[in-house]
């Protein structure tokens, strides 16, 4: 039990570090290697037998083969790095929501609160890093290596604690780190993941009572009319200083105005100049073969649209029936908490983000794997109990999925 706990131990350490850039982009980060190396051990089965739901498994490693084989496909045409490279993103990322569902299924209650406390731990990290660490131009990046990568990064967080928190109601605790989370979203400025956030919180506001909906938006008026006093250098200029809402208001002012806020801008416009690949996928790679009608030569700058164009309608079927599968048995909440990751991905490509995948585990791992504080014992009583009250008792009494003792 030691060594599973220690495993689990090695998990929420990547929760923490996975804030933390220390090589270029488009390089491993520590945390990567952390769970790069806790999927290679969970193959194994030594430690932690792993967790095999036939469906999911079925679709996540077809959807994952599909990737490789489209991409291979066009290395053996144009021969660059991108082509064979990311099959290895896809595969690492979907092993990551194995180890999570992995966990979830082993600790079940248990995993829940430590991960908690690691998100907390993280967004604490962050939040003192924006101070300590330079801030290269207007747009904080604290451990990160650019702006938009802390603003998805709270995002995700944020969304994972929700999942975490079940349909329990929400707190001051919840409030605290919800903030936090948002805190980092807005010095970030990223456009994208600022607007996600507030969806992120309405859809937190939709799942809980009226009356505690109000008090959580007084909290978070409260909270942004203090937070905002304390981004400049000296004590004076700290408390007296609205330069963050300035920041932001100038940003999100600029929203449409800039090149890059179109569709041609994004990369949307190559789905239908180049509709001969929308039936199997050109592959993520040699981005310039899409450049001869004055488009971008980069990646298409979106999550699902990345998928539609660069595996097709093959690939996007696979993946919307992947999504399809995580929720199927989830709460209804657990879907609104997944709208603000699709909304910052209509103008960001968020896939290889490995957060996004440890989201998708948990929404699946909880909704299978942990039962809902809020589940009340079933009051069926089968045939093969008959009438003996401590036999209703018992099973009325045992969590969904659990086993009897006896035959």
């Known amino acids: 039990m030691l060594v599973k706990q220690t495993y689990l131990g090695l998990f929420l350490t990547f929760l923490v570090a996975s804030c933390i850039y ?4 488009g390089l491993p980060q520590p945390a990567d290697l952390l769970m790069a190396a806790l999927v290679a051990v969970l193959a194994t089965g030594f430690i932690i037998r792993p967790a095999i739901p036939k469906d999911l498994v079925f679709f996540g490693v077809l959807f994952v083969g599909y990737v490789a084989l489209v991409n291979l496909f066009w290395y053996t045409q144009y021969q660059t790095r991108p082509f064979w490279m990311t099959p290895l993103y896809y595969a690492y990322n979907f092993g990551a929501v194995m180890v999570v569902v992995s966990l979830i299924r082993e600790f079940r209650e248990r995993f829940v609160t430590p991960c908690l406390v690691a998100i907390a731990v993280a967004i604490v990290i962050e939040i003192v890093a924006l101070y300590v660490l330079p801030r290269p131009g207007i747009r904080s990046i604290g451990t990160f290596n650019n702006p938009n990568q802390l603003g998805y990064w709270a995002l995700l967080l944020g969304c994972c604690w929700l999942v975490l928190r079940r349909d329990q109601k929400l707190g001051l605790t919840d409030f605290a780190v919800l903030c936090g989370a948002g805190y980092l979203t807005m010095a970030s400025l990223s456009k994208a993941a600022m607007l996600s956030f507030v969806l992120l919180l309405l859809m937190a506001l939709v799942t809980q009572r009226l009356a505690r909906t109000v008090k959580l938006m007084f909290l978070a008026l409260v909270f942004v009319g203090t937070s905002t006093v304390l981004l400049e250098s000296s004590a004076v200029e700290r408390f007296f200083s ?3 809402v300035e920041r932001v208001d100038s940003r999100l002012g600029t929203i449409g105005e800039q ?4 569709l041609g801008g994004r990369g949307y416009d190559r789905i239908w100049r180049h509709p001969e690949h929308l039936a199997f996928g050109a592959g993520e790679g040699a981005a310039w073969r899409f450049s001869k009608f004055g488009g971008l030569v980069m990646e298409m700058h979106s999550t699902l649209g990345t998928v539609l164009f660069s595996y097709g309608i093959v690939g996007f079927s696979l993946f919307v029936v992947l999504l399809i599968v995580v929720f199927r048995r989830a709460p209804l909440a657990y879907m609104l908490y997944s709208l603000p990751i699709w909304v910052y991905g209509l103008t960001h490509q968020g896939l290889r983000t490995t957060m996004l995948w440890i ?3 948990m929404a699946f791992g909880m909704a299978h794997y ?18 003996d009250p401590a036999s209703v008792r018992g099973h009325a009494l045992r969590p969904s999925g659990a086993r009897s003792a006896g035959p």
């Open 22 to 25: 220390v090589f270029d982009p």
């Open 359 to 361: 989201f998708l585990g």
């Open 242 to 244: 609205i330069d963050l």
């Open 370 to 387: 942990v039962r809902s504080p809020s589940a009340r014992p079933t009051a069926e009583v089968p045939e093969a109990y008959g009438a």
């Open 259 to 262: 090149r890059d806020d179109s």
